[in-house]
């Protein structure tokens, strides 16, 4: 009874509003302790996608929890960085900024990447699965193999025609930050004068990471991974690939990584219309 008292004081204080550009650097921090290995440049154009989408939990000045609710448009939006500092878990603070997420997308449908063991939390909130993503582990090296292009010689309203086929909605904001990563690459194959498939490889707390890798066929996946990889001899590398892709996953197992851990990717409302079979690396768990 003490503890529920001693609980509902602290919801009492407790200020959920959104972040400041600067804060995003909070939200990311705590995504690094949790293990999931954000990169580097991610809270730049997380926030440049939905600038009123991060929520943050503020107890007498101090910061507690985070969570990122996008809208991408007016239908789909994406939940991630659902995170509370340790000494805070357990209080309720999780449910306010939770809910305080949901009523941001409250017309969306709401795509997530949620941790497994979390499944039947979601679940209780009328989330259901769709499928599960394998993070996978490898060493980057390896020659740059011949018909791969920088992204820059794609035109980018050719880019976002492509991506929109394949991602449930157009996301030119994230694509424009996305696609010009500091110590990175974003390479391109076009076949017959339009884009075939495109990747991006981008500088993490550890290592590197592929995302997206969207291709029309494995033959093209296998290109852009090799010529993404090649960029960072020597250096871990990781991918995180739909497991209902079986392409996505032996192209994975045939360059030698191993799975590190899983993610069930789960909607609020029906699986969007996408082509699964294009999707060799998904663009990053945080905002899918």
């Not at 407790?14 to 972040?19: D, Q, V």
Request: net charge negative.
């Amino acid at each position: 009874m003490q503890q529920g008292t001693d609980d509902l004081a602290i919801l009492n204080r407790l200020s959920i509003r959104r972040m400041t550009r600067d804060e995003v650097a909070f939200a990311i921090d705590l995504a690094a302790e949790e293990g999931w290995n954000p990169g580097i440049p991610d809270g730049k154009c997380f926030y440049a996608t939905d600038q009123n989408g991060f929520l943050v939990g503020e107890l007498e000045g101090e910061l507690v929890g985070s969570i990122s609710a996008v809208a991408y448009n007016d239908s789909f939006g994406f939940i991630g960085l659902y995170i509370i500092k340790p000494e805070f878990r357990g209080k309720g603070i999780s449910t306010r900024l939770w809910d305080a997420g949901m009523a941001y997308l409250t017309d969306n449908n709401i795509g997530l990447d949620g941790v497994v063991a979390q499944q039947p939390y979601y679940n209780r909130h009328g989330f259901r699965t769709a499928y599960h993503n394998l993070r996978y582990e490898g060493v980057g090296g390896g020659i740059m193999p011949e018909g791969v292009v920088e992204i820059s010689e794609v035109p980018f309203e050719e880019l976002l025609v492509y991506d929109a086929c394949i991602f449930p909605a157009s996301r030119p904001q994230f694509l424009e930050c996305w696609i010009e990563q500091p110590e990175g690459a974003a390479l391109a194959v076009v076949e017959d004068s339009r884009v075939a498939g495109y990747g991006v490889i981008r500088k993490c707390r550890t290592g590197y990471k592929i995302g997206p890798l969207f291709a029309d066929t494995e033959h093209i996946a296998e290109n852009l991974f090799a010529a993404l990889k090649s960029h960072v001899p020597g250096e871990y590398i990781f991918l995180d690939t739909p497991g209902v892709n079986p392409a996505a996953v032996a192209l994975a197992e045939r360059h030698h990584m191993h799975v590190m851990f899983q993610t069930v990717r789960m909607y609020s409302r029906e699986e969007p219309h996408v082509s699964r079979n294009r999707i060799f690396g998904v663009t990053t768990f945080e905002l899918g």
